[in-house]
């Protein structure tokens, strides 16, 4: 293993980061207060509690994974495809490291900002509602796993981004969607029968009800469906990411 | 006898549109020397760099460095190799020194402070260290490629296109390097537009074009073999060039008082010396002779057949 190359791609990925410390932290953190302003206590103070949890606590898993998963996918993608824009890309190319040398370095940026972010936004929400984490290690692996997937995905996007434009598409047309129809805001339960059927093919639905369900102790679907699910996804980008490093997919002629 | 540390044999690229980047490229490369691979814009010469350090993929064919397959053992054939790209590729918020280390890095190597200092002073860019590259001028930029090419003692050194657009003074600073670099062991592969260029630092050429090794030959040999050389001859009245019966490529001043002779070897067919005789014995007087020497370029256009 090449563990001088891994280190310094993580350390020039995270500096990157505390270079841009407010622009890659603090304004994930401001607009997910926002969200507890305006859904946790203005509205959520006239909703009814969900499964006996206060509408304002009930949202905190929703809005972190909301921002942990676009976080994670917005840093990944940009980690890879700023080097491949601007031609540097081609030290990596002919570099000794290997494509999971590559990967675990720029992934494991991606997932340290991210987590970083979903653990300041729990710490302040905490502040604003009051939350109980039934299963607190469950809930870190979750949190780690969306991480790790998202930021998979990201990587995914970044290589198949031909411009920035494209780089947005994926977050801002499908992943945003999902989440937010995935019940970050409600519980599905709450949906007419066709509607939760439909909802149930929605692969986010399983990631907030697994993460819902380490803080509340209850989910919409069984957790060890939420699991099998987050890691058949990791598994799946894991594959891609394979797949395109033995093309040489959009990176290597 | 020096080793290959570079052997390719029956090497071709050929791109997914169909274009022949590559066709059947075998070449040694001597462990120590300067080798410039000369061609045209088009030619080739990137894409053989880029196979061999593993930026482009292979159609077909072998490469070794050092005894190793390039593909095979990857890690080891790349981390003898330092490469000096051609577009100028960094990211440009970072301080040089950090662009700089980050290479050694990426090539396996633990810090060393005092080397990333030596090449930094060496390339006239340790007051810089701590500049952003973006602040940088152009030139000062290619100064950085090349100290991160440096960064991890490369065995050998692929510098394409180095000294395009750059200005003479970076140009001869640059040539200074890679005669040292060369002192210290180091093998460097060289493509270049500029044939003084080759003429001045390389120790053997190698000619591309359309994707072929069109010859490659030890630089003296090539010069004596195929080089032409010209004198001119200033004489102290007008002559007309028939008088010498076709005897010799020669070709007239607008003003009939001075001639030219195109020429090979002098010491092997004499022409030189017949000249000048044949010219004592028309009654002229020579005022003035020089020679001119354009013998790489002219080479390179007779093989590139421009």
Redo the contacts between chains.
Sequence with gaps: MNFYAIKAIYVFEMSRTLRTLIQSIASPVISTVLYFIVFGSAIGSRMEDISSVSYGSFIVPGLILLTVCLQSISNASFSIYFPKFIGSINELLSAPVSYLELVIGFISAAVTKSMTIGLIILITASFLVDIEIKHPIWMVCILFLSCVSFSLMGFIVGIWARSFEQITIIPDLIITPLVFLGGSFYSITLLPDFWQKVTLFNPVVYLISGFRWAFFGNADVYIGYSILAILAFTFACVFIIWLIFKTGYRIKS | MKRNIIQIERLSKT??DGTVALENINLNITDGEIIALLGPNGAGKTTLI?AI?????ISSGNVSVAGYDVIDD???T??L?G?V?Q?I??????KVI?VV???R??????NNDMHIEKILKRLLLWDKKDKRIVELSGGMKRRVIIA?ALSHEPKILFLDEPTAGVDVDLRFDMWELIKKLRADGTTIILTTHYIEEAEEIADRISIIDNGKIQLTENKSELIKRLGKKVINIKLDQEIDIKVFNGDFDLSQSPDKTSISMRYTDAKKDNTLDKLLTRIKKEKYKILHIETDEKSLEEIFLDVVGK
């Design positions: 791109y997914k880029s350090c593993g930026i482009t993929n990857y890690k080891k790349r981390a190799i490469l790209p577009e590729a960094l990211q440009p918020f970072e950090d280390k980050y290479s890095n990426l090539f396996g190597c633990a991160k």
